[in-house]
């Protein structure tokens, strides 16, 4: 059975290509928090700010802030590899507890340059959502 599986997944085509201008820098807008352990709804949290750059090679820096209560900003650094597959989307890193890979899916809008990524959250349901716009083109 798992060999059938693995032969149909291979089959499987892969996703639309991403458009050249997916590979860029973006600022993150919002991040909101769906804890379904709770009845409380989604958090909205504030101070969000930082960057994301995805590369054409495969490779990404994660520069994110975000402000936690009255103790001022928190700095997360991440720099790895991530990899798409239709609207699934995979950043692989290591940091003080290891190799580490975080799994969600992505929805990018070309007329906006616009991503938004959803990632898989414990207990299972849960997840993080980061809104995101690309960095203005450069003009001559």
């Known amino acids: 059975m798992t060999s059938r599986l693995l032969v149909l997944a291979l089959l499987v085509p892969p996703g639309p290509k991403l458009p050249v201008a ?11 928090v769906y804890d ?33 209560g009255s103790s001022g900003p928190r700095y997360f650094t991440q720099h790895g590899r ?5 609207d699934s989307i995979y950043f692989k890193f290591s940091d003080l507890k290891g190799p580490d890979v975080q799994r969600g899916t992505f929805r990018y ?26 960095a203005p083109r450069a003009t001559r």
């Open 82 to 86: 991530f990899t798409t597959k239709g």
């Open 109 to 134: 809008e070309p007329s906006t340059r616009r991503l938004t990524i959803s990632i898989a959250g414990y207990p299972v349901g849960n997840k993080g959502v980061y809104e995101l716009v690309a």
């Open 22 to 32: 997916f590979y860029t820098t973006y600022s993150y807008t919002a991040y909101t």
């Open 36 to 68: 379904h352990t709770t009845s409380e709804p989604p958090t909205e949290v504030q101070g969000v700010g930082g960057t994301l750059a995805l590369r054409a090679d495969g490779t990404y820096d994660k520069r994110l802030s975000l402000l936690v």
